[in-house]
């Protein structure tokens, strides 16, 4: 019921995402000077830009940028993130102490510096931004899967499958991994929208996937510097973000819900 | 209490050697010659010339070790050599950038708390009227719209169309007050209104929690009036995961300010930093991310702090 819409606008950016180029009358990078800054239009049916490209055209090419590098990094960070806490929780000792200082580490920069700093070794690209925010994430899921292996590593289960002579891969996989899942789950639903706006924000700033790729953030910030001449082609993506990752984080929330009551109403 | 102190401290300081540490070792990260990746790029081809003239004046003909202690001792003291590119010393350049980024943060927080917190605790007493909802999907909407579309939503309704406001600049605030107003206005306010949702988030649902406690039906029982309830126990109680919120929204500014500043040319410690990054300036750049970590350090810190002498019980963990 209050999941329909946000899971029908995910549903939607998804495909969207997928058919871009199915969905797209025209070519996002085509500039047309005659036709710059032109209203909605059965041509041009969310008008265009200051170049003159179709806006429809560049949102739906973007929504596979945002997409692709928030499932990508969300995913680095999921897998990374989990087998460091897991390892970190499981074995103890030593071992735990330095992965978790590591994260501990990784989480004292403030989020956009870390990225800023990365990106001006690595320089601006797609994977490069997939990797900045992937490695971002990990100190979230460590955390957590760290937190959670805890919590279940004295259980009956675990202490019956290594008193079994399981080896620890077969008892982390087996015993420890799915009862870890669901707050990781959580945790990755709320992560992809905060990696979508993350990386808008990385590509407002110049530093995201480079031209003329459409990233959203990136229009945005092209589109700005002409807003005296139409505000609409800063309009359209600024409602396509926010709507997404709106979306996003309400299934997320609802995730959430669904699986943790004890964390509802935590931000 | 003081050993929580103390080993919280200890944490504190270790992360920031950890964070100086990285910086330093950054250049080394990539395979080649540091002072070419300092120059370098994915397209840049320094001559000669350049690259003796950054060994040079970054010493990197001297062993790593030497440089790493120099720059910890340095570091610590607050001198951070010389930039690449103006050749002046960065410490000052920084700290006046440093003020004028604390000058959009320290408002921002400000109006996110005060706006924030009375907001929520309103909308969890209003619980199950309109104004509850009201209050969710306004909250909702600050957390889901990025600064970079509040800010330029902001630079065309007033700066644009009504015309009321200038798009974006600075003046020094001691030389023109009332001018300097105008230009702090929008940049703060698009700082705050992600937190401002958050904080509200967080109050309102913290104060909901304790509602329902023993120890309000008790105060309530024995004859006081719903203020006072709300005022003497409620909220102490209730400040707990709000405080924690404010010191990771305080942290989350850091990096909102880098885009506020770049939307309203606002020349603050981010805008030095993305100009550093555009010139390849390492110093500087090094100078940036260890200052800036060292303060979120330094928050996280304090926030914890807070939360120990608010709640007894942490003091014991």
Do not use: C
Request: charged content about 15%; hydrophobic content about 55%; glycine content about 8%.
């Amino acid at each position: 019921m209050r999941l329909a819409a946000p899971a029908a606008i995910v549903a939607v950016v998804a495909a969207v995402a997928a058919l871009a180029p199915a969905v797209s009358r025209y070519d996002p990078d085509a500039i047309d000077p005659a036709i710059r800054a032109a209203a909605p239009s059965r041509a041009h049916l969310l008008g265009t830009d200051e170049y003159g490209r179709d806006i429809t055209s560049r949102l739906a090419y973007g929504a596979r940028i945002s997409l692709a590098v928030s499932l990508a990094s969300v995913a680095i960070a999921l897998s990374v993130g989990s087998m460091v806490g897991m390892t970190a929780g499981y074995f103890g000792g030593p071992l735990e102490l330095i992965l978790m200082r590591i994260v501990d580490g990784l989480l004292s920069f403030p989020p956009i510096l870390l990225a800023l700093f990365v990106i001006t070794f690595l320089g601006p690209s797609l994977v490069n931004v997939i990797l900045v925010i992937g490695l971002l994430y990990v100190p979230r899921f460590a955390r957590i899967a760290h937190g959670a292996t805890l919590s279940v590593r004295e259980t009956e289960y675990v202490q019956a499958s290594t008193a079994l002579g399981a080896t620890h891969g077969r008892t982390l996989r087996r015993a420890i991994l799915p009862n870890i899942a669901a707050p990781l789950f959580v945790q990755t639903s709320l992560g992809l929208g905060q990696a979508i706006l993350l990386e808008a924000g990385l590509s407002f700033l110049g530093l995201g996937a480079p031209p003329p790729a459409s990233s959203w953030g990136r229009m945005i910030e092209q589109s700005s510097r002409f807003m005296s001449l139409s505000p609409w082609p800063v309009i359209w993506p600024s409602i396509v973000v926010s709507a997404t990752v709106l979306a996003f984080n309400l299934v997320g929330d609802a995730a959430r819900d669904a699986l943790d009551p004890r964390l509802r109403g935590r931000a | 209490m003081k050993a929580y102190l103390i080993r919280r401290l200890a944490t504190a300081l270790v992360l920031l050697w950890v964070v100086a540490s990285v910086v330093f070792f950054s250049i080394y990260v990539l395979p080649g010659d540091p002072a070419h990746v300092i120059l370098g790029g994915m397209d840049a081809n320094p001559t000669p010339e350049q690259l003796r003239a950054v060994r040079e004046k970054l010493g990197l003909d001297r062993p790593a070790v030497t440089r790493y202690v120099e720059w910890l001792t340095h570091a610590i003291r607050g001198d951070f050599a010389r930039s690449l590119i103006t050749d002046r010393p960065v410490a000052a350049d920084l700290l006046v950038r440093l003020g004028r980024t604390l000058q959009l943060i320290v408002p921002a927080i400000t109006i996110a708390v005060a706006v924030g917190v009375p907001t929520g605790v309103f909308a969890a007493r209003r619980r199950g009227t309109v104004y509850d909802p009201l209050a969710s999907a306004v909250t909702l909407l600050g957390f889901s719209v990025p600064v970079f579309v509040v800010g330029p939503m902001l630079v065309y309704v007033f700066a644009l169309w009504l015309r009321v406001l200038p798009s974006g600049g600075y003046v020094h605030p001691m030389e023109q007050p009332t001018a300097y107003l105008t230009y702090l206005v929008m940049p703060a306010l698009a700082l705050a209104a992600g937190p401002m949702a958050t904080t509200m988030r967080m109050a309102r649902s913290a104060v909901l929690e304790q509602l329902p406690l023993d120890y309000v039906r008790t105060a309530r029982s024995k004859g006081l009036a719903d203020p006072s309830v709300l005022g003497r126990h409620v909220l102490r109680n209730a400040l707990l995961p709000v405080l924690t919120i404010v010191g990771l929204q305080v942290g989350a500014m850091f990096a909102g300010s880098v885009i506020v500043e770049a939307i309203f040319n606002w020349p603050g410690m981010n805008a030095f930093l993305l100009q550093a990054i555009g010139v390849r300036d390492y110093p500087v750049i090094q100078a940036i991310v260890f200052t800036a970590s060292g303060l979120f350090i330094t928050i996280n810190f304090m926030t914890d702090v807070g939360y120990a002498v608010l709640d007894p019980r942490i003091r014991y963990a």
